[in-house]
């Protein structure tokens, strides 16, 4: 069975094993096979999830051929908190909906 494990460890940097496993492998075996933990060593103390095609999953997770695992890092801000200063630096003027209005035009067109 065909597998792929990918892992980016730095934004823009993708690095993506190919692996052949036996019949019903697991995810855990999968990231044993690709000596991830040996080429990544900070993946054994920094906290990170698994995900097999985009949805979320366990390392007990039973792979079928042509998986591909993919390794997800922590975020290192909140979402939230981002757009919240990022649109303080902005102000109000200058971000959203409603910041290009017409001469004489109401409020929002």
Same mark, same amino acid.
């Given at each position: 069975?065909?597998? $792929?494990? /990918?892992? $980016? !460890? =730095? !934004?823009? #940097?993708?690095?993506?094993?190919?692996?052949? +496993?036996?019949? *019903?492998? $697991?995810?855990? #075996?999968?990231?044993?096979?690709?000596?991830?933990?040996? =080429?990544?060593?900070?993946?054994? &103390?920094?906290?990170?999830?698994? *995900?097999?095609?985009? @949805?979320? $999953?366990?390392?007990?997770? #039973? +792979?079928?051929?042509?998986?591909?695992?993919?390794?997800? @890092?922590?975020?290192? /801000?909140? !979402?939230?908190?981002?757009?919240?200063?990022?649109?303080?630096? #902005?102000?109000?003027?200058?971000?959203?909906?409603?910041?290009? &209005?017409?001469? *004489?035009?109401?409020?929002?067109?």
């Amino acid at each position: 069975m065909k597998v $792929s494990l /990918v892992y $980016s !460890p =730095a !934004p823009r #940097q993708v690095r993506e094993w190919n692996l052949v +496993l036996a019949a *019903g492998a $697991s995810v855990e #075996q999968a990231l044993a096979a690709s000596l991830i933990f040996e =080429a990544f060593p900070e993946l054994l &103390t920094a906290p990170f999830a698994i *995900g097999i095609w985009g @949805r979320k $999953s366990s390392l007990a997770h #039973q +792979l079928h051929d042509k998986d591909r695992v993919e390794i997800y @890092r922590g975020l290192r /801000v909140d !979402p939230k908190v981002a757009r919240r200063e990022r649109f303080n630096r #902005q102000g109000v003027k200058s971000a959203g909906l409603f910041s290009k &209005t017409r001469a *004489g035009a109401k409020a929002g067109y």
